[in-house]
């Protein structure tokens, strides 16, 4: 209903300023919800963005005067436009072009439209946007094996799986790909260390801790003996020439470690379309270096390295090294050449690599390299990037593995639930604990600009009340608990022009606006738009529930509510599914 509404007043503004229709849809918007007195429901129009529309960087007025004449704008535009169905105002203010809704005609079209797209509801196409189906890559997680699975790789996971539930939602054709450093010089050093430190039985029961401690017992002996070093050394040559014995070593620390990984990331809902690694690379990265060579691209430098020039894509790195001066790859060389695979493999249309924003110069080189390679498709080439997490600690002391921050947030969750006198009896107390400490995680992590640093603090983070992902999952479990105990189902005839309270009106309004939310974080690849929104439907939800009561009211009124709490139940889900969390009925 409100996309008609838009419709409708667009069409009234383009017939008076001559622009097109489609830039009316774009620019009016449900006004938003923000709970005070006498606060009014409407569609809203930026008179600063018309202005820009019309008369683009053309004047050039003090800002005073550039104020005056906007609003002026506001006023004209304003006198010509006549009240349609369901717009019971129209006004100026000192930025906006109001437009104030009878929201009591639509609400039920508007609860009917939930129920009706329920889980798709937030995600339809508006009839306005031009939409084409793609094939999205997404690379994310990329943990590298034997080393410690930092924050920087929980972040990469946690954002890498909204950024893939995000794309998929809105219909594109998504691949989940874990691109893991199984390659390099830490497998020599591994395989050296396993001989004197390691432990078969370990290796079976706990891969990535065991293979760690011994990657950190190799590595201080290395320091210490040279000797040690050059064995690592030419183990690792061995594994590139592809010695037998050698590379049976570096298949069973591989497949060990990534079974423990699936294990792990199933914790999290997590799960992926395919398990790729720089060691499918080593050969095809020598083949690239063939073809740049006969392509004329691959220059030698004075050190005797190959270089390649991307000064007319990139000025920041005019040239880039693709090989050492004894011909080995580069991790650069590896990574051009996976994407030239992808490509031949998925056909992708855009490809997008979590990566923390230390990394933004390198994805720069990368897609430079491909597109002097005159790969178009190299435009389709996104990084998403992130700041450090700081101070993340668990009480064992710094955190170097997934499973140790996931059983530290289900520990101390569980520790919460215990001390808390309004914790009901659960069958699962321990399965909810896991789920709730996973939601804290992953609001944490999702709730500001990503390229932001933030500091990590387990008692803010684990709060029920506040902007949390327990008070998300509390909201949920709240509004189940409303249904369960109504007594009735909702029915075809619901009444919901008896939604007049200040608390219902805004609520229902702010359902509305999910559509805005999802648009604005694929716009950018920014969760927070659907953070914030879900974290004010949840403060709404909770005024509201506190006042509309469902049991004990009269029939027609309590039916409206239910159906008005189970439309918030529905699209709360929503958010948190494509966030990454899993909704709690009971907790």
């Known amino acids: 209903m409100t996309n008609n509404l838009r419709q409708a007043i667009a069409n009234q503004l383009s017939q008076i300023t001559g622009l097109s229709e489609g830039i009316f849809l774009s620019l009016v918007k449900p006004s938003q919800v923000l709970p005070k007195k006498g606060y009014q429901p409407g569609l809203c129009l930026s008179l600063k963005s018309l202005h820009q529309e019309l008369y683009g960087g053309s004047k050039h007025l003090p800002r005073n005067s550039l104020n005056d004449e906007i609003h002026k704008l506001g006023v004209d535009i304003a006198k010509q436009l006549t009240c349609i169905d369901h717009i019971n105002n129209i006004a100026v203010d000192k930025n906006h ?3 104030r809704v009878e929201l009591t005609k639509i ?3 508007i609860l009917g439209e939930i129920q009706e797209e329920d889980s798709k509801y937030g995600f339809q196409v508006k009839p306005w946007q031009s939409w084409k189906k793609q094939k999205i890559i997404v690379e994310y997680s990329s943990p590298n094996i034997a080393k410690p699975f930092h924050a920087g790789h929980l972040r990469s996971t946690l954002i890498g799986h909204f950024v893939a539930n995000l794309c998929s939602q809105l219909g594109h054709d998504v691949v989940r790909l874990n691109y893991l450093g199984d390659w ?16 078969v039985k370990e290796l079976s029961k706990d891969p990535i801790q065991h293979l760690f401690e011994v990657y950190v017992r190799i590595n201080k002996a290395a320091s210490q003996d040279p000797k040690v070093a050059e064995a690592a050394r030419k183990f690792f040559l061995a594994i590139e020439q592809g010695d037998g014995d050698s590379l049976v070593v570096w298949k069973r620390f591989r497949e060990f470690s990534i079974k423990e990984y699936i294990s792990t990331y199933q914790r999290l809902g997590i799960t992926f379309d395919a398990y790729h690694g720089e060691s499918q690379y080593n050969e095809k990265s020598q083949e690239l270096l063939q073809l740049l060579k006969e ?7 004075e050190e005797g390295t190959s270089t390649i020039d991307i000064s007319e894509y990139l000025d920041s790195s005019p040239v880039v090294t693709m090989a050492r001066s004894d011909g080995t790859s580069l991790y650069l060389t590896r990574d051009v050449a996976a994407a030239i695979d992808r490509h031949q493999q998925f056909g992708f249309h855009r490809m997008i690599y979590v990566v923390d924003k230390s990394q933004t110069e390198y994805m720069k080189q990368l897609a430079s390299v491909l597109k002097k390679m005159n790969y178009k498709w190299a435009n389709g080439i996104q990084h998403v990037q992130f700041g450090r997490v700081l101070g993340m600690h668990t009480r064992k002391g710094d955190v170097v593995l997934l499973k140790d921050i996931l059983e530290e947030a289900k520990t101390r969750m569980l520790e919460r639930m215990k001390n808390k006198s309004t914790t009901k009896d659960l069958d699962n ?9 996973i939601s804290a995680l992953i609001l944490q992590d999702l709730k500001s600009t990503l390229i932001a640093d933030y500091k990590f603090d387990w008692d803010k983070v684990l709060e029920s009340q506040g902007d949390t992902g327990v008070f998300l999952q509390y909201t949920h479990a709240r509004l189940k608990s409303i249904e369960r105990n109504a007594g009735f189902e909702v029915g075809d005839d619901v009444s919901a022009d008896l939604l007049v309270e200040p608390e219902a009106t805004q609520l229902l309004w702010h359902l509305t606006q999910f559509h805005e939310a999802v648009d604005s974080s694929f716009a950018n690849m920014e969760p927070k738009h659907i953070v914030s929104y879900l974290l004010r439907l949840s403060r709404l939800t909770s005024r509201a529930a506190k006042s509309l009561k469902v049991q004990g009211s009269e029939r027609k009124v309590a039916e409206s509510r239910l159906l008005l709490f189970k439309s918030a139940q529905t699209v709360l889900a929503n958010g948190m599914h494509v966030l990454g969390m899993k909704p709690l009925d009971k907790m």
């Open 429 to 437: 107390p321990e399965s909810v604990a896991e789920c709730l400490g």
């Open 184 to 199: 390099g010089l830490q497998f020599g050093l591994l395989a050296i260390g396993f001989q004197k430190f390691g432990s």
């Open 97 to 99: 072009l109001n437009f």
């Open 295 to 301: 392509s004329a691209l691959l220059e030698t430098s």
């Open 107 to 109: 609400s039920k079209d």
